[in-house]
């Protein structure tokens, strides 16, 4: 237990103070920095898009000069000649033609660059809404009717469950905060198993590559070297959670505090948040990163050296990957869908796709805690396998791939199980 101890402090005091570490830890930091102070920057230092208009329609340049669009100004220019010399000296940014045909606005936009899609859509929704009024001024259409006309359909969506009676109650729907929630979280796991599949593997086939190996399984047992490696960079990722979880109490708290902040929670609950979807979510990421990590570890036993560690984590990436976009894909488009009802049974796959179907509301919680147990066996077995085969993996040097040297390393265990 002590050796055990010994190698996974030093796994992890390495690689703590290792620079990728520190960069890997600081970098949502620096990112939600850089957001916020382009955000900042785009706000203040913003400038006014100038929009030259040509029509021979009175109301329709009146409607539009008059119009308060955010950062885009309307001038009306007597000619389409004298638009085009002021967007040449670059007095303008742009020039619009518009014609009415049969209540009926034909637009044209005239730009040396790109006045961006927000400005554009901007500019769209304006000319449609004074289309509209054309067309009610046509039809003699009064105020009161226009807007009846505008008024959109009403659509409500209520979650309903069955009581013990079979009488239907209608509860609160929370799946769309759920699913913000889940997706978020996803993302951060798919985010950590890329990272730490690669540490994992690198720090076993570092190793074995300096071909000391056989003088560390001298003098301890190969099993308690391969889950004191293990321990140590779960230990190192569990760091990096605590860290994020409690720079997220503290901003919270400070937060909390903004008035946008403020009106956000007033529509949200506790119980919105804290429910089954959340901490099966939670376990599914946890048990999640365990799994992935002994998975690199025994990818990371197989090559010969540090070099082909890349090689060696690209199916445990891939595999990752699949879930999370079987997870984007019919999760959220079509949660229905024959494939993620099947994937979200199966083990390391399920720790994306699951729990967006709990988040959905398509899955009941007796479903969702066998697949969660279906995870942890499967952990358990492939945690096994992996300490029984650490020993004739480490040992095997093949130049032919990882499955080669899986079937060396397979043909050595059972060679020893002979004697």
């Not at 909390?256 to 009106?263: A, N, P, R, T």
Request: proline content about 2%; glycine content about 6%.
């Amino acid at each position: 237990m002590n050796k055990f101890w010994i190698i996974a402090s030093d796994v992890y005091k390495k690689n703590v103070r290792s620079l990728s570490f520190i960069i890997m830890l600081l970098a949502p930091f620096l990112l939600m920095g850089i957001v916020y102070l382009v955000g900042s920057l785009a706000t203040n230092f913003s400038s006014e898009t100038t929009i030259a208009l040509v029509s021979k329609e009175d109301a329709v340049t009146d409607a539009l000069t008059a119009s308060k669009l955010q950062d885009v100004t309307f001038k009306t220019y007597p000619s389409e000649q004298a638009a085009k010399q002021a967007l040449k000296a670059e007095k303008i940014d742009g020039f619009m033609t518009v014609e009415n045909t049969d209540e009926t606005l034909n637009a044209t936009l005239y730009a040396t660059s790109s006045i961006g899609t927000t400005t554009e859509l901007e500019i769209q929704q304006t000319l449609s809404q004074l289309q509209s009024m054309l067309r009610a001024n046509q039809l003699q259409l009064s105020s009161k009717e226009v807007t009846a006309l505008a008024q959109p359909a009403l659509f409500e969506k209520n979650k309903v469950s069955f009581n013990d009676q079979g009488k239907m109650v209608t509860g609160e729907d929370n799946s769309a905060i759920q699913l913000v929630l889940v997706i978020g979280i996803t993302v951060v796991l798919f985010i950590f198993i890329t990272s730490y599949s690669s540490i994992i593997a690198q720090e076993i086939a570092s190793e074995k590559g300096t071909r000391i190996m056989e003088v560390i399984l001298s003098s301890t047992k190969a099993k308690t070297h391969f889950y004191g490696k293990l321990t140590g960079v779960v230990l190192v990722a569990l760091t990096q959670i605590i860290v994020y979880a409690v720079a997220f109490i503290v901003g919270y708290s400070q937060l909390k505090k903004l008035e946008f902040v403020q009106s956000l929670l007033d529509t949200i609950t506790l119980d919105k948040l804290l429910g089954p979807a959340l901490w099966f979510t939670l376990l599914f990421f946890v048990f999640g990163i365990l799994v992935y990590a002994v998975l690199a570890a025994l990818c990371g036993s197989l090559v010969s050296k540090p070099e082909d560690t890349a090689k060696a984590v690209q199916p445990i990436i891939y595999i990752g990957m699949i879930g999370y976009i079987i997870g984007f894909t019919f999760g959220t488009n079509d949660p229905q869908n024959i494939v993620i009802k099947v994937t979200s049974f199966i083990p390391l796959v399920s720790s994306y796709v699951m729990p967006i179907r709990l988040a959905t509301d398509t899955v009941s919680l007796t479903q969702a805690s066998l697949s969660f147990g279906l995870l942890v066996l499967f952990g358990i077995g492939l945690t096994l396998v992996s300490a029984n085969l650490y020993k004739s993996n480490v040992l095997v040097y093949s130049e032919k791939g990882m499955f080669q040297s899986l079937k060396q390393s397979l043909t050595i265990l059972a060679n020893e199980k002979k004697k």
